[in-house]
């Protein structure tokens, strides 16, 4: 009788030792799916971009991360670079690139030169921000785009640094992660100079 009752406590102890260690990883598999990334931001030496902006003229460039640069990291969700596959050595949680801004007068005449101190305000404004095919509004606001405030320029003056930060909010669920992974992001920014 009394080997029965052992056995029982015994086989009770196993079944509730491996409910837990189930427990354990479903938690696991739901918490940490966050295991790949989402796009390729070029890791380059000089992450700087000239635009020349002329009079009355707005510039809009388009960057496009995930353009298969040999030399490339992921880039990961904020704060999930060491959670991702790769680590830190294969994943970034943001993407700076710098852009060298200079306003230049048009034209063959040379009127105008720094010294005459022409000054305007540059802004810069995101159009956009998408992920793939930007098809889905929800994945498309997981990008966020950091940009400077207005800033003075000089006409045929010396190039404004204006850097341009990327960063990904961690998708919500499974699904939203399979649809984001390793798909391209594509920011279209706006250069105006404005008196």
Do not use: C, H
Not at 82 to 90: C, F, H
Not at 162 to 190: A, F, G, H, M, S
Request: net charge negative; aromatic share 4%; charged share 25%.
């Amino acid at each position: 009788m009394k080997t029965q009752k052992n056995e029982r406590k015994r086989r009770q102890g196993l079944v509730l030792a491996l409910l837990f260690v189930l427990s354990i990883g479903v938690m696991g598999v739901g918490y940490g799916y966050w295991i790949g990334s989402i796009a390729d931001p070029s890791e380059k030496t000089d992450n700087t971009t000239d635009v020349t902006v002329g009079q009355g003229k707005d510039i809009t460039t388009t960057i496009v991360l995930n353009d298969g640069d040999v030399e490339s990291k992921k880039l990961v969700p904020v704060g999930l670079v060491e959670k991702s596959v790769g680590g830190a050595q294969d994943n970034v949680d943001s993407w700076v690139r710098t852009f060298q801004v200079q306003w230049k007068e048009e034209g063959a005449d040379d009127v105008v030169d720094s010294t005459d101190n022409v000054q305007a305000n540059l802004t810069v404004t995101k159009i956009s921000a998408i992920i793939g095919d930007g098809s889905n509004d929800e994945d498309n606001g997981l990008v966020q785009v950091s940009l400077p405030a207005a800033s003075n320029i000089i006409l045929d003056g010396d190039k404004v640094d204006v850097p341009v930060t990327v960063t990904l909010t961690e998708p919500t669920t499974k699904e939203q992660y399979d649809r984001v992974n390793n798909q391209p992001i594509k920011i279209e920014i706006k250069f105006s100079v404005a008196q």
